[in-house]
């Protein structure tokens, strides 16, 4: 495995067992959570996602991950200061600022938060230390970006600087058609190269478009290693209910070894 390569799948899928479709127990989620971090795969960030209403039942429990992303699902910024969370994942309300919302969770050092925002209208200030947060997918054909306007929000984080999270819908490598949604799933695969066609100057949107799974390989064989690293630096991970679908795409794909 190149440099280029290992740059661009290493550390860029978090846990996010405990939400929908997988939606696991606590136990269950931990429990594959410690399997994962046995087997050391790289893919993973090794980062486990937990919404703040369920803190209390994590820290309740004896072996708890090594790294916890909070995901916000309630007014107030719950107490974590005796918890390894490094990122907080929250949604940007309107008529708010990155800035604003940031004073308003008064994140301790060391954590840094990304803000949720809607694809088509990325154009906003962010300070430095912080993020954005792009939603991919969900359980209705609604919630699924159309090309355009993720392909937007990408050429903003790009132009700007801005490092990025990805949630939601991304359950395979490769675009598809969704039968059950009516509706075609972005791919990750897709995704991270059109962070890469941007970072080299060119549009995301027919990558972010395609489905034709021999053109993305090709061109994931063919990111040099400069550009690689810029694209992971701007994105950063994207949540995935199952950690092991995501590898096993890739090892399909051949761009990724049989973990040693």
């Known amino acids: 495995m190149d440099l280029g390569t290992m740059i661009l799948y290493t550390a860029l899928v978090d846990d996010a067992g405990l939400f929908p479709p997988t939606s696991l127990h606590m136990d269950e989620a931990l429990a594959r959570h410690r399997r994962d971090a046995e087997r050391g795969e790289q893919v993973l960030t090794h980062r486990f996602l937990c919404p703040a209403s369920r803190l209390d039942r994590l820290r309740g429990l004896p072996d708890r991950p090594r790294r916890i992303g909070l995901i916000m699902d309630t007014e107030k910024l719950p107490d974590f200061d005796d918890l390894p969370v490094d990122f907080v994942e929250a949604r940007l309300p309107p008529d708010t600022s990155v800035e604003a919302l940031a004073e308003r969770l008064a994140l301790p050092a060391g954590v840094r938060l990304f ?58 490598a490769v675009r598809h058609f969704d039968p059950s949604l009516g509706v075609d799933r972005h791919g990750f695969l897709n995704l991270l190269m059109a962070v890469c066609e941007a970072v080299d100057g060119r549009d995301p949107a027919p990558v972010l478009r395609t489905t034709d799974v021999g053109h993305l390989v090709r061109l994931a064989n063919s990111v040099p290693e400069g550009i690689a690293k810029r694209a992971r630096r701007l994105l950063v991970s994207y949540g995935s209910c199952s950690t092991s679908t995501p590898i096993d795409d890739l090892r399909t794909l051949g761009l990724i070894e049989e973990n040693p």
């Open 115 to 172: 803000a949720e925002v809607i694809p088509k209208k990325p154009a906003i200030d962010v300070p430095p230390g912080t993020g954005l947060k792009v939603r991919c997918g969900g359980a209705t054909a609604d919630t699924f970006p159309p090309v355009e306007h993720l392909a937007q929000f990408i050429r903003f984080c790009v132009e700007h600087d801005v490092p990025f999270k990805a949630t939601a819908g991304l359950h395979h």
